[in-house]
């Protein structure tokens, strides 16, 4: 760059207009809208992270206005405690979890492969959150269901999603929501701050088309990391090389405080619950998580849909204050299939947990049905995923 | 995750204002916040592909998400508004400095797009020329060309390096190129 070359480019760096000066912040409530949105849309390729927050509604395609409202940002059902002992402080018996979790694998290797082209999954997503208010605080009630559609001969994949509102959880809930003046926008504790959502009531409508159509996606399942179809079926059936091949998605400082076992007891959820693997690997499954440190066992269980089952949970402290919460994941100790995965909350002291009773379901996903078919979707969507600049 | 979100919190936090000066540079205000908004949509879900440094893919895809977005006319009126607010003429009161800010502005504002797009990346965001290259998808070698034409094309708007008349007694270039290439 000559000279003048120079003088013309510090000139104009000067002149840069001072409401467009990268250094100014961001207006707070732009922000945690922009955050909240962002967050609230499905990962591609590693889909969202179970934790006792998260973001629950995918929404493409929605406008900002409706965005805010979408980060359902939120967490379980219905404050009824799941487990039949009567007991609110989330009582768990510490029982034979790896005796447990080996018969489940004995039932699951005699289980069939799939029969049909197809692998057609629904599930029932739900969450809780807080509205963020000092006094009287209410807890608020979203969620979403889905239907995931796995071509398996070509490995194509992609899910449609329908929206559950977002409405104040039970009576007393909608009780203190119409004290605070029935508020159409409401702010919530978000992680990284406060959010803004919309209240909004659940569409009945069953002829209504989907929320959301994701564009197929080349790695549409997560095992901690996500994997294509190939991947999944190519999974080891050996316990031990199966555990191996999750810790590959295993990051020291992504899973933060968590270790390696409750990170693998979460990462391999949903082998258990609805991914279309051979049953040698969900055997292999099982059998890794008889292995696993902290365990325990809780009988006759009930899920966020009311069904029964047995628990396997694990106890975990999220971050430094987030609070006590226990994963559970559930199935029917008969057949070993899996029903749904819940985070529960265990002492209300923490960050994430404050405002809600313990033994709450704070996040649920129960897998309503599993279908192997030779009958395919009506039809495969065609949108493309947009692409970053830098790859066009 | 919380950490996970912690980490998206902090790559907005240090890249959503120049994202958003961006889109503002390329479309103006009045579509650039939705802009910023899918941009930062986008960024969370391909979160795990995001490269070092971060900020000329963001921009990549600010500029991916203005040129698909479905309301071209409301993006040239958006932009022409905001490059009339840069055209303002100097006012005769005004200190030099100041003067001067406004007339670099003004012939920025004469510029076509691509020149101005250089210019800005750069100038404004720092950008060197092969990051400017990622954001906009050409080689590092084109963009070293186009950012050359663009400095001399805005030297030769600013009127450099003739002798500089008082700021007044120059004529504000008109906002008649905006838009086209130059």
């Known amino acids: 760059m000559n000279k003048m070359d120079r003088d013309v480019m510090g000139l104009l760096a000067a002149a840069q207009p001072t409401h467009l000066d990268p250094g100014l912040p961001v207006d707070e409530i732009t922000r945690s809208t922009e955050l909240a949105h962002a967050m609230a849309q499905p990962r591609r390729r590693e889909s969202l992270p179970r934790t006792a927050w998260r973001f629950a509604r995918p929404s493409w395609g929605l406008g900002l206005a409706g965005a805010a409202a979408a980060a359902a940002l939120v967490v379980a059902t219905t404050a009824t405690h799941p487990s039949g002992d009567g ?39 739900r969450h809780l959150t807080t509205a963020a208010m000092e006094k009287d605080p209410y807890t608020i009630k979203g969620g979403s269901r889905k239907t995931q559609w796995t071509d398996t001969e070509t490995g194509r994949s992609f899910f449609t999603g329908y929206d559950l509102g977002l409405t104040p959880t039970g009576p007393a809930d909608v009780a203190a929501w119409k004290r605070a003046g029935s508020p159409k926008r409401i702010t919530i504790w978000a992680p990284f701050g406060k959010a803004n959502l919309r209240m909004r009531a659940p569409d009945h409508d069953t002829n209504r088309g989907p929320d959301i159509t994701t564009p197929e996606d080349d790695k549409p399942y997560y095992i901690g990391r996500a994997v294509s179809l190939e991947e999944l079926r190519s999974l080891p059936s050996d316990p031990q090389r199966l555990k191996a091949e999750l810790l590959k998605g295993y990051d020291r400082e992504a899973a933060q405080g968590q270790s390696k076992d409750e990170w693998l007891f979460s990462a391999s959820q949903r082998l258990i619950l609805d991914l279309p693997v051979t049953p040698e690997v969900r055997a292999a499954t099982f059998r890794m998580l008889s292995g696993l440190k902290g365990l325990t066992v809780i009988d006759h269980v009930k899920d966020a849909q009311g069904r029964p089952g047995t628990a396997v949970a694990l106890r975990r402290t999220i971050g430094k204050d987030g609070g006590l919460i226990e994963d559970r994941l559930i199935f029917d100790e008969s057949t070993s299939e899996g029903l749904a995965w819940e985070t529960v909350v265990v002492k209300a002291d923490g960050k994430w947990t404050k405002g809600f009773k313990p033994g709450t379901i704070r996040n649920s996903l129960a897998v309503v049905r599993t279908v192997s078919t030779d009958q395919g979707p009506e039809k495969w969507p065609t949108e493309e995923l947009p692409v970053g600049g830098a790859e066009r | ?76 009126e958006s932009l022409a508004a905001e490059l ?23 012939a920025l504002a004469s510029l076509g797009e691509d020149d101005r797009e250089a210019l800005v990346l750069t100038a404004w965001h720092g950008l060197r020329a092969h990051e400017a290259a990622k954001v906009v998808g050409c080689s590092a070698t084109t963009m070293r060309v186009r950012l050359h034409r663009a400095r001399k094309r805005l030297a030769q708007a600013l009127d450099i390096p003739r002798q500089v008349p008082p700021a007044a007694a120059r004529v504000p270039i008109a906002v008649t190129a905006i838009g086209e290439e130059a």
């Open chain 1, 87 to 125: 007991d609110p402080g989330v009582s768990a018996r510490a029982s034979d979890a790896s005796r447990l979790l080996l018969a489940a694998a004995e039932q699951a290797s005699q289980q069939p492969d799939l029969s049909g082209r197809y692998w057609k999954v629904e599930t029932l997503e």
């Open chain 2, 84 to 106: 009339q607010d840069w055209a303002e003429p100097p006012k005769p009161d005004l200190a030099d400095e100041v003067a001067d800010r406004n007339l670099a502005l003004c």
């Open chain 2, 1 to 76: 995750m919380a950490e996970e979100a912690e980490r998206f919190t902090a790559l907005y936090d240090a890249c959503r204002q120049h994202v958003w000066a961006y889109a503002v540079s390329r479309a103006g205000r009045q579509v650039a916040d939705e802009a910023v908004s899918e941009t930062f949509v986008i960024a969370w879900r391909r979160f795990a592909d995001i490269p070092e440094p971060p900020l000329p893919w963001l921009l990549g895809v600010a500029r991916n998400v203005l040129r698909d977005s479905a309301c071209a006319q409301a993006r040239r």
